[in-house]
């Protein structure tokens, strides 16, 4: 179905994360509308809380971020409970959540990692950095799940659906490092510099670029782990959507590898380029076959999200 907000939609994904368009195209048709109007959703609420649209630039918003999350919430939860909503983001999540019956807990555990970063929290252990991922990025690949037709009850498959976005999200962070310094935000953990706290001005001071570099690998290192679980999660979708995913996790997967063996990481904000996606793209289509030939190991060590029902 086309209508203004799916339109609208639409033009949020290829203006906000061309590595997300890329993907989306790959799904079945009516999952690739389903995940343009969820993407709308995060990406309103991201530039809200930012003051930024299409996670560039910035605009005035009304209010304190504080307000604006508090908001946020509200028309979530009426979005939810089928309040008419003029907004298109709203209208496009309201309509995504009622086809999928997507649970309440998702949005709001969303919304909650939005809540780390309006109170400006600052993260001791990388078990506390994966709380403050798996609300920004864990829950939205565990909605995601369910929008391509996961029980919202397989906690198996939504655990590595999870896990993809801790890796999605870890990867993010070792990318924009210096971009996050210089607006004030610190993600790297202090007890990876053996220190109790780390500010905005130890990340961006030069002499301590060699700790920077070498706390951002051990993030990239932990990615790795992540990724590996969430391949086992790809066998389990509907082939056209193993087949997306799985190129978002090989163009991801890139991003942290040119930031790793990178001389310069921060010089310039690094990315895959077009001829490297479509290569990513082919290699992609026969990555759900292997995973399943692979079996399903058991998650080991790694950081679990709570029950979502």
């Known amino acids: 179905m086309s209508d203004a907000v ?5 033009q ?51 209010g304190t971020p504080a307000e604006r999350l508090a908001m946020l919430e509200r028309r979530t939860r009426d979005a939810m409970a089928g309040v008419p909503q003029d907004d298109p983001a709203f209208a496009a999540f309201a309509r995504v959540a009622a086809k999928h019956r997507i649970p309440e807990r ?21 078990d506390d950095l994966l709380g403050y991922c798996y609300g920004v ?15 919202p009850d397989d906690r198996a498959v939504l655990d590595r659906a999870c896990d993809l976005g801790l890796a999605f999200q870890l990867t993010n962070i070792a990318r924009d490092v210096m971009d996050d310094a210089r607006i004030g935000r610190v993600y790297l953990p202090a007890e990876l510099f053996g220190r109790d706290a780390v500010g905005a001005d130890f990340v961006l001071d030069p002499a301590n670029r ?16 992540y990724y590996a679980s969430a391949r086992v999660g790809i066998a ?19 991003i942290g590898r040119r930031v790793r063996f990178s001389p310069d990481p ?16 082919g290699i992609g289509t026969a990555q759900p076959a292997l995973y399943r030939v692979v079996g399903t190991p058991p998650r080991r060590g790694l950081w679990t999200r709570s029950d979502i029902a």
């Open 210 to 225: 060699r700790a920077v570099i070498e706390a951002t690998h051990a993030l990239l290192e932990l990615a790795e782990r």
């Open 266 to 281: 921060w010089a310039a904000r690094l990315s895959v380029p077009g001829w490297r996606k479509l290569w990513h793209v």
């Open 106 to 126: 998702l949005p709001l555990d969303i919304l909650n990692g939005f809540r780390m970063d309006v109170e400006d929290r600052r993260y001791g252990t990388l």
């Open 236 to 254: 389990r979708l509907p082939w056209r959507s193993a087949w997306a995913v799985a190129t978002a996790l090989r163009v991801y997967r890139e």
């Open 6 to 10: 799916s339109e609208a939609s639409r």
């Open 137 to 151: 990025a864990g829950a939205v690949g565990v909605t995601m799940a369910v929008i391509m037709g996961v029980d």
């Open 12 to 62: 949020s994904i290829e203006a906000g994360s061309k590595s997300f368009a890329a993907a989306a195209r790959l799904f079945a048709p009516g999952t690739r509308d389903s995940a343009r109007l969820f993407y709308a959703w995060c990406r309103h609420c991201d530039d809200v809380i930012d003051g930024q649209a299409g996670g560039m630039g910035r605009v005035e918003q009304e």
